[in-house]
């Protein structure tokens, strides 16, 4: 039964631990003991293992969005309404690591800085540091002066028109530089669609302001 | 959450735009913060004695990034460029009692000091510690 539960392949913690309840072995990365049934703390797998994928940023929504219920269902409180109160407490530690993970996976930008975290690219050394592309940083400065003068809706949703078409082609190179296992490159249009991000959220402010 | 130093900032922001890249004494840094996708401009406009006489700054960000580039400007101004290059990011943190998760927004403020200084030397063809004036003369 625990090997059910190791699927996907990936991460690290392949190897047994102990059960906390039976202290029998148990996978690392099993959701339950399968000798005494009781629910297995979170444990350090990453986002990728913990929902079962595997470790890519090209991934099929549906089926992320059907390991998440899956899980989730197994996991849900009422499932453990009439037990100790450590093992509800271990359960509800799972339904949250669980959540991290598919809110981190479901979007594409934090997928992608979260694979780029994973391959030591990006790093809280890293994220202090300024942005090196001055290119874009001219253009952000740039786009940034534009809605600060944009007047009315209609030139603020212009902005927004073409920042989002901007946003979706960043999404392919992303998506091409990870295929091609190319970090760097990954790492630039991530930044640069931060900053597309950044744009587009300003903008909506912007907007709901004047409409008030 | 913001102290009291930076709505003061935040809200009567000194020494807000620009001066133009070209002219002559002026240097520019252009920063940015990868994780917050936040902007920073600072501009720096070099006397005759090598002393900074003016700055300038334009920041897209939140409060604690506007306030630590405003507060920058009015610390670089009448400095030599070896003074305003050994302003830390933690003397601004520490002015502006930032809480740790915004730290990173007076990284920003001294890493444009520095680019800005930086971006002046290149232009002007001066390398550091050579501004001309008596106190880089010695440090070299």
């Known amino acids: ?19 906390w309840a039976c202290k029998g072995p148990v996978a690392g990365r099993a959701l339950f003991c399968h000798t005494c049934g009781a629910v297995q703390p979170p444990g350090s797998v990453d986002h990728f293992a913990r929902l079962g994928l595997e470790r890519s940023f090209d991934i099929d929504h549906d089926h992320l969005e059907k390991q998440y219920l899956g899980f989730q269902r197994v996991l849900h409180p009422d499932r453990f309404a009439g037990k100790p109160a450590k093992e509800r407490a271990i359960a509800e530690s799972q339904a949250v690591a669980l959540n991290e993970a598919y809110e981190t996976l479901d979007d594409p930008l934090k997928r992608a800085q979260y694979l780029l975290r994973l391959a030591g690219i990006i790093s809280e050394g890293t994220i202090d540091k300024t942005v090196a ?28 028109v073409e920042e989002g078409k901007g946003a979706i082609e960043l999404l392919s190179v992303i998506s091409k530089a990870f295929a091609a296992d190319d970090l760097a490159a990954a790492n630039r249009a991530v930044l640069r669609l931060t900053y597309a991000r950044k744009l587009l959220e300003e903008a909506r402010l912007k907007r709901a302001a004047l409409e008030e | ?18 001066f133009k890249k070209e ?17 920073m401009k600072l501009q720096i406009k070099v006397g005759a004695d090598g002393r900074i006489e003016d700055a300038r700054f334009k920041t897209f960000g939140c409060g604690s990034a506007i306030a630590s580039s405003s507060l920058a400007t009015e610390w670089v101004k009448g ?61 070299e």
């Open chain 2, 23 to 39: 002219e002559a004494g002026i240097g520019t840094g252009l920063v940015g913060a990868p994780a917050c996708g936040d902007v």
């Open chain 2, 79 to 139: 400095k030599t460029l070896e003074e305003a290059e050994s302003i830390k990011n933690t003397e601004i943190a520490q002015y502006l009692s930032l809480p740790p998760v915004k730290i990173h927004c007076s990284v920003l403020a001294e890493d444009a000091i520095k680019a800005a200084i930086k971006d002046y030397r290149e232009k002007s063809g001066s390398p550091a510690g050579t501004d001309g004036n008596a106190a880089g003369k010695a440090a």
């Open chain 1, 1 to 19: 039964m625990a090997v059910v539960q190791q699927i996907g392949g990936n991460g690290a913690n392949a190897g047994f631990v102990s059960c």
């Open chain 2, 1 to 18: 959450m913001y102290s009291e130093k930076v709505v003061d900032h935040y809200e009567n922001p000194r020494n807000v735009g620009g």
């Open chain 1, 133 to 160: 592309d001055q290119a874009l940083l001219m253009e952000a400065m740039e786009k940034r002066e534009a809605l600060s003068e944009a007047e009315g809706v209609d030139a603020i949703e212009q902005l927004m």
